[in-house]
């Protein structure tokens, strides 16, 4: 059944995917110190990111029901480094790319998880902390802000972090049971 998921996956646009169990990653509070830092803008501003995610225990415990995690990855081309524009257009395509895939498994998986880059990019501004989300359903919390160290994590399943010069990466990732993959496939 897990090839079948695998399938839709790759049909939902990602560009490399590896597994890893979730109780091989560590959750570092040094990654949301990080976030905390503001340096994407997005911290205490969205329910996809810190400190609206919980605690790195919470995120950890949130990850650990599950025995898979599928990392997933975007490339997007730039024009060079300095390509704020591009990287921009890459952040909001892999966030399409994390809907695809949640999209795909839908139907075959009860019980998931995904998650995205930051922010969450469901609306044109969020509701955090004044109203609850106005799609609960659609939000993907960050992934870093989980705590996960994202180079770390694609060592462990061998996705490439780097591909190459005039490119941006973005990461994702499907946590799930694969005792738990519905038969429809």
């Known amino acids: 059944m897990l090839e079948k998921l695998l399938k839709r996956i790759e049909g939902a646009g990602v560009y490399e995917y590896g597994?890893?169990?979730?109780s091989e990653i560590e959750y570092r509070q040094m990654i949301r110190d990080i976030c905390a830092g503001n340096t994407c803008r997005q911290y205490g501003m969205t329910w996809a990111c810190p400190p609206a995610v919980g605690t790195v225990e919470e995120c950890?415990?949130?990850?650990l029901q599950y025995n898979t995690m599928l990392?997933?990855?975007?490339?997007?081309?730039?024009?060079?480094?300095?390509?704020w524009e591009g990287m921009l257009r890459g952040l909001k395509d892999f966030k399409e790319i994390a809907r695809n895939v949640d999209a795909a498994v839908k139907p075959y998986l009860k019980n998931y998880l995904v998650l995205s880059n930051?922010?969450?990019?469901?609306?044109?501004?969020?509701?955090?902390?004044?109203?609850?989300?106005?799609f609960p359903e659609q939000l993907h919390h960050s992934i870093e802000g989980y705590g996960i160290l994202v180079s770390e994590l694609a060592k462990q399943t061998a996705v490439k972090y780097n591909n190459g010069k005039n490119s941006v990466t973005?990461?994702?990732?499907l946590l799930f049971n694969n005792t738990e993959i519905l038969t429809a496939l």
């Open 60 to 63: 950890r415990n949130r990850c």
């Open 170 to 173: 973005y990461f994702g990732a």
């Open 118 to 134: 930051e922010g969450c990019g469901a609306c044109e501004s969020c509701t955090y902390p004044d109203a609850p989300c106005r």
């Open 71 to 83: 990392v997933f990855t975007g490339v997007f081309r730039l024009e060079d480094v300095f390509d």
């Open 19 to 22: 597994l890893v169990n979730p």
